[in-house]
């Protein structure tokens, strides 16, 4: 009887371990299956991102150079790691110039409205000139898209760094028509060349080049206002903006000082 209680006693324990190591190797499965398939996702988003430095700088150079080449579609770089570091450089510009100004706001909220700006503009804009363009019959793609706006971002970068630290708006000006129109331009240009007939040119370009200029328009003057109406948001509509004013402190004359100090004494 012992000996069969040990038997029957082996027995269970082998099928606790079997039971074990099935439930192990089952979730070994689910975990290689998983990581398998994260691999997948990052080779299929590694073209994308695999670029050299040289390469992207570049780029950038030439994003300010518009070329006037109609017979031909003028090639776009399908990669997505330079307009990807101009959108977080161009938050980066926006929140000196916020901290740099006499708003105060909490970081929290100022990083979620520079973010939502920027990006919102670049996947926004990207998808409607897309679909603008996939009605106009434009042979270009939509990382193709993304990167012609990303590096079109550029041109915004410059003038936005150099006018949040020296506040002129003639200067601001002279570089919204010089560094914002080449960056424009140049997207037009190839644009231009992907497109095939005036009026279908028109509609596309034009739509492309006002957004464009106007977006750096809003961030230079609107967007303080925004963070304004934030701040009004959180704060409550009926409390005045915190200002620090100096206090005048009154004038004494010498005879008020002699007094008191006579009397001060006489009481000592």
Same mark, same amino acid.
């Not at 192990?24 to 398998?36: C, E, I, N, S, T």
């Given at each position: ?32 299956? /998983? ?20 390469? /992207?700088? +570049? ?39 916020? @901290? ?13 409205? +520079? ?12 998808? &409607? ?8 019959? +434009? ?22 760094? *150099?006018?949040?630290?020296?506040? &002129? ?9 010089? *560094? ?81 100090? @006579?009397? *001060?004494?006489?009481?000592?």
């Amino acid at each position: 009887e012992e000996e069969e209680e040990a038997e029957g006693e082996a027995g269970a324990a082998e099928e606790e371990d079997g039971e074990f190591l099935g439930m192990k190797g089952l979730r070994g499965q689910l975990g290689r299956q /998983v990581a398998d398939h994260l691999y997948a996702n990052i080779d299929i988003l590694r073209p994308y991102f695999d670029v050299e430095p040289v390469q /992207v700088r +570049a780029r950038l150079l030439e994003s300010m150079i518009p070329v006037k080449m109609i017979n031909f579609p003028q090639k776009i770089a399908g990669e997505l790691y330079g307009p990807l570091m101009l959108v977080f450089t161009l938050v980066a510009i926006l929140l000196h110039g916020m @901290k740099t100004s006499d708003t105060i706001i909490r970081e929290g909220t100022l990083m979620g409205t +520079a973010i939502g700006t920027c990006f919102g503009y670049w996947l926004g804009v990207s998808s &409607f000139i897309y679909f603008l363009a996939y009605l106009c019959n +434009a042979q270009i793609t939509m990382v193709q898209m993304l990167s012609l706006l990303g590096y079109g971002l550029f041109g915004h970068c410059i003038t936005l760094f *150099v006018t949040y630290n020296i506040h &002129f708006h003639s200067l601001f000006y002279i570089f919204w028509l010089v *560094v914002g129109g080449l960056s424009t331009l140049r997207m037009v240009a190839v644009l231009v060349s992907r497109t095939v007939g005036h009026t279908q040119r028109l509609i596309l370009c034009g739509t492309l080049a006002a957004l464009h200029m106007l977006f750096l328009l809003y961030l230079h003057f609107a967007y303080h206002k925004v963070v304004e109406g934030i701040l009004d948001t959180l704060e409550g509509p009926n409390m005045p903006p915190f200002q620090r004013v100096a206090r005048d402190i009154p004038v004494v004359s010498n005879a008020v000082l002699n007094t008191t100090t @006579k009397t *001060v004494a006489l009481t000592l």
